[in-house]
């Protein structure tokens, strides 16, 4: 298997004021990570997928200045929620591509808990 | 159209005995990769099994399973000897080629296992 970490698992903070959210791959290089939003009882949706070295891919529908990704090094990525409102509270996972041949498997996070007050 | 089609909301199974969730998926690609993640109540999505679609032979890890049916499009997760630690959200998920590694999932299936 793979170690992905992902800090805080639960944050409150104020109306207006900025999270950010950590992703690390312990025990491989992820040249590709993936961030996602996960609304109660339902699936896993992308947000965007962060590439080391370069600028994110978002999804459509997303707000790439709103939801900030930076992945500095083959270990880190970071989702940074930019003046954050009640709406952006949720659940966020990350995962990270562990490249193993043709399988490429993701291993995530064990996710963060945003409530915006 | 849905690309990954779990019909199975919720599932009930008692410890030890098997349970089979369903998955079918949509797609024209030949290559193409198939998931399943495990969801506990914690959160963490944990990766269980993967089939690619030109391996002639079903997946197997420990007591999961993938039954592989390539023709009719269906992936489904066999689970043996259920245990009370299998209870969560199991989700099915498909990797197309050309789209960077991103994931498909479907809605999932929430296993319950009794005593």
């Known amino acids: 298997g793979a170690v992905v970490s992902q800090h805080p ?3 409150i903070c104020k109306s207006g004021t900025s999270v950010k ?3 690390r791959s312990l025990d491989f290089q992820a040249t590709t990570m993936f961030w996602y ?4 009882k339902q699936s896993l949706m992308l947000m965007a997928t962060s590439n080391e070295g370069s600028k994110a891919t978002y999804e459509q529908g997303v707000e790439k200045d709103k939801f900030l990704i930076n992945h500095a090094s083959l270990t880190l990525s970071t989702l940074t929620v930019t003046s954050a409102h009640p709406e952006d509270s949720s659940f966020y996972i990350c995962s990270a591509r562990k490249a193993s041949g043709s399988k490429n498997i993701q291993y995530f996070g064990a996710g963060t808990r945003l409530s915006v007050l | 159209a849905q690309k990954i089609t779990q019909t199975q909301p919720g599932m009930f199974v008692q410890e030890k005995e098997a349970v089979t969730l ?5 797609t024209s690609d030949q290559s193409y990769g198939l998931f399943w993640y495990k969801q506990p109540s914690s959160g963490e999505m944990i990766f269980l099994i993967y089939q690619g679609s030109y391996d002639e032979q079903n997946a197997t890890e420990g007591r999961y399973s993938l039954n592989f049916q390539k023709a009719r499009k269906s992936a489904n997760l066999v689970i043996s000897a259920s245990q009370l630690g299998d209870s969560a959200m199991y989700f099915c998920a498909m990797r197309e080629a050309g789209t960077a590694s991103k994931l498909t999932f479907g809605t999932g299936t929430r296993l319950q296992v009794t005593l």
Do not use: K, L, N
């Open chain 2, 22 to 26: 369903d998955c079918t998926y949509d």
């Open chain 1, 9 to 11: 698992s639960w944050v």
């Open chain 1, 37 to 40: 939003r996960q609304f109660p």
């Open chain 1, 21 to 23: 959210i950590e992703c």
